[in-house]
């Protein structure tokens, strides 16, 4: 029995006790004999081939709610939908689908096309050039040099990250596997990276600590912003006799402490608006960093060309706002000295 806790969240044993291969082949039977419209939520809801892979893409999630929301009553049992996410290389004897007789050969007559604006000729151009380096990718060329590689393509390093709906009842393996059996080939590989059924994630005592952390700092400033505004809002008493300490976490008294500016005699003011640019600057370049790091980019070569690029450089450089905060500092440290030695003559 694994005990769930700040190492590994989720229920394990959940997962293994919703496996029943009995069970897993029974719905599976079902839905691919008398109930179609079952599979294809199924299908609808997970598995797919990722987009532009030809700038990188290799992740497709499916819908992660649609799938764990399928539930339907079927004669014997209840299907229920488990979202999991499996890695599947591109290097492997794929299924074989069924030959499609030649189409006969048709001479078509010829056609005077009307004169093309630039914007759509340089569309087709790129287009055409796009399926090239997909179609020698295929055949087992190096698209950057030129030269040929029989032992492997372009396409073949590539691993595509999927995220696949299959009843709770089966591991991925077996679903895939039987839904794809029947065309009499070799399974197709992958390894199997997650999954995820409703409920499977218990509290711990981490989470327990946070609720009552957040808990109490809610209920002091409800209890601080109550007196507030009872003092100064209902009474309209003296402000000066309000107890200091009560209104701490007092929403009304600090919102308006944030957004109201008082000028003080020798303050550096454009020291506020450094500051808060600096501030925005920090917080764009941590946000685009996040992002770029989450691996679930659908185009990460558009996005790499973008960064290498002149017009990233206002958030690729962001780093150099931490350099602000030290010369703030610094430059406030020197005035203050400043102003202390002089006031001291």
């Given amino acids: ?28 039977n079902h839905m691919l004999e008398n109930d179609q419209e079952l599979l294809f939520e199924f299908f609808d809801a997970g598995i797919r081939t990722p987009r532009s892979i030809l700038t990188g893409g290799n992740l497709d999630l499916g819908n992660y709610h649609q799938c764990l929301g399928i539930r339907k009553q079927i004669p014997s049992s209840v299907v229920e939908g488990k979202y999991c996410m499996i890695n599947v290389p591109l290097d492997q004897d794929w299924p074989s ?3 499609t007789p030649s189409l006969p050969d048709i001479t078509w007559p010829d056609i005077t096309w009307p004169p093309q604006n630039q914007r759509y000729l340089k569309w ?14 295929m055949a087992g060329y190096d698209s950057f040099s030129g030269a040929t590689n029989e032992s492997s393509s372009a396409l073949a390093a590539l691993t595509f990250r999927l995220g696949v709906c299959i009843p709770k009842a089966c591991t991925p393996r077996s679903a895939i596997n039987s ?8 399974p197709i590989e992958f390894e199997e990276s997650y999954c995820r059924l409703p409920k499977d994630k218990h509290w711990v005592a981490g989470d327990y600590v946070a609720l009552v952390i957040f808990g ?13 505004l009872r003092h100064n809002i209902f009474l309209q008493k003296d402000p000066k006799k309000i107890n200091k300490l009560w209104v701490a976490f007092s929403a009304y008294t600090n919102t308006r ?62 780093p150099i706002t931490v350099d602000t905060f030290f ?15 002089t006031s001291c003559k």
């Fill in 179 to 186: 839904i794809f059996g029947g065309l009499n080939t070799s």
């Fill in 1 to 28: 029995m694994v005990v769930p806790d700040h190492k590994n969240v989720f229920d394990l044993n959940l997962y293994e006790s919703v496996l029943d291969p009995e069970l897993c082949e029974e719905q599976l």
């Fill in 97 to 99: 689908l069924p030959t």
């Fill in 257 to 318: 402490r944030l957004v109201t500016y008082t000028p003080v005699p020798g303050t550096l003011e454009c020291l506020d608006g450094i500051r808060s640019f600096a501030m925005m600057w920090v917080i764009i370049g941590h946000t685009f960093v996040t992002q770029t790091q989450s691996q679930i980019m659908g185009n990460p070569a558009d996005a790499l060309a973008w960064m290498t690029s002149l017009q990233s450089v206002w958030i690729t450089a962001a």
């Fill in 216 to 228: 109490i700092f809610i209920l002091l400033v409800a209890i601080s912003t109550a007196y507030d």
């Fill in 124 to 137: 087709r151009e790129n287009v055409a050039k796009k399926s090239s380096e997909l179609r020698v990718a």
């Fill in 327 to 341: 010369t703030l500092s610094g430059l406030l440290l020197v005035y203050t000295t400043a102003g202390k030695l």
